[in-house]
């Protein structure tokens, strides 16, 4: 058989080499009996054959660039095919990010392969991050903001998430882009000292997250196993590693048993909706007409907001997005960043309804004009300890222990979350890594400090309270994750062409001020009202006075910092260099650099390649 100088030859088995004099030996592959394999690649410049041919023992690629005068090169192998005899040939479209295949053992029937597999490829990230919408925090604020303020308060679950839609939609578009997570392109980008303070605050951010996991954790245990909240708060500790450890023999089995078990609370929300038969003009009235009357209503407000957008979820979706392989194409990143986004649009719709129907539970069981005085005296003070008030309608007696399984489950899964999220933070500020269950007790045993303490000194009230106020800390921490990731996705240095719409990034831009004003104003206007109200002497007030002045000076001094800092650091390359960089970085040599940027499957992160999800 001839074959032209250049051409790359993968040698097998056999007494003969075949190879012709100048090929490059590659690898070693044995095919199957009486087998030829066509396999064509086409792009927009390049075409490959692999020929496979018993006589001589030898499988051979060779590039169409590399046979039409075009020059010499060495190509890479496209791909391997297992044959059962007969002709299969493959052909693999990349520019249009599709794959069609033919086998003659199904009559030779040409088959395209659907969108649906191409999408099911992408799923598990959006699904991971929305999970977390129903872990204890958000729980806890739905039910207070239903039992305090009825349907009123719904607008701000319907802006909270779809806000995080958005932001959470640029996060994984920016990973997909650039092959680097948020908090890597931070370390690149920023000073040591700002990447040391980003690094603190995203660490609080998943502590503050952590604290209501353990506490809801520890109210299951209190449920089930009738002991007292503070011992449940020292057994998260064992429970989450024991989870840990147990997640190593099937990951996605545990997480598929954590999801029924969470979907099943949500159902029986969702029953005892149907049993309530709330007003449908007052719930869309709530949903549709902002309102914060009422005392601790902008409180309860801030709490939502924080408990449905956390900073840590920024980082953590970015990074789960490497662990799929995206080819190098810009439309095969566009349509990787469409499959993204209908993932993630899917999974937070589920998440909305959820907890849309907790909150109008809660207000109609709560607000109730024949309230038996003992309910009455329970709706004023709900916790996640008397939840079990709001489903005895649908689970009657069982409601409780259907309720306690639940919501151990979602306390343990978002746990998981929350331990992916301080790898990624960690490993991609400070280029360090630890274990997970050295990771998960360090931030466990952190969280636990405060939780302890409240419950014992509060009791379930206390720690009900401790949710919110946690929830209301992810809020003011949101702007030092969420700025850097609305510069960089509109940034050329960061993103080249593939810079986000200038409406998105505008709303964003919009919501993010709004949400600054916002927290700075409840701060301002909580700080004074206290200040009026207590009993503390007059020097006490203005020593206090000025440490809070100067917090708040400094936080909003970072905030103007991050906002007009100019991105000076160019992490984008260009295909033609990344072409060259990689032959001489020891890759495999190609023969034009559109031709590469096609087949690379990147970005993609072996690291990242064991995400949980």
Sequence with gaps: MWTAPGLSCLRLPSPKNGCPKGSKIIGKQQPSKDSVVTAINKSSRSERHLISEESTGTIMIASHSALNMEGTGEMREVGRETLHGGVVQSVSE??????????????GQFRVQPRWRKFLAHVGPGALVAIGFLDPSNLETDMQAGADFKYELLWVILVGMVFALLIQTLAANLGVKTGRHLAELCREEYPHYVNIFLWIIAELAVISDDIPEVLGTAFAFN???KIPVWAGVILTVFSTLLLLGVQRFGARKLEFIIAAFMFTMAACFFGELSYLRPSAGEVVKGMFVPSLQGKGAAANAIALFGAIITPYNLFLHSA?????KTPRSDKSIRAACRYFLIECSLAFIVAFLINVSV???AGSICNANNLSPADANTCGDLTLQSTPLLLRNVLGRSSSVVYAVALLASGQSTTISCTFAGQVIMQGFLDMKMKNWVRNLITRVIAIAPSLIVSIVSGPSGAGKLIILSSMILSFELPFALIPLLKFCNSSKKVGPLKESIYTVVIAWILSFALIVVNTYFLVWTYVDWLVHNNLPKYANGLISVVVFALMAAY???VVYLTFRKDTVATYVPVPERAQAQAEAGGTPVVDASAADEDQPAPYR???ADASM
Excluded: G, N, Q
Aim: glycine share 0%; charged share 40%.
């Design 223 to 225: 449920i089930l196993l």
């Design 606 to 608: 072996k690291d990242l």
């Design 556 to 558: 909003l001094v970072a």
């Design 94 to 107: 990349t520019d249009e990010y599709k794959e069609k295949t033919i086998d003659s053992e199904k009559d």
């Design 320 to 324: 789960l997005v490497l662990s799929r």
């Design 359 to 361: 909150v109008v539970v």
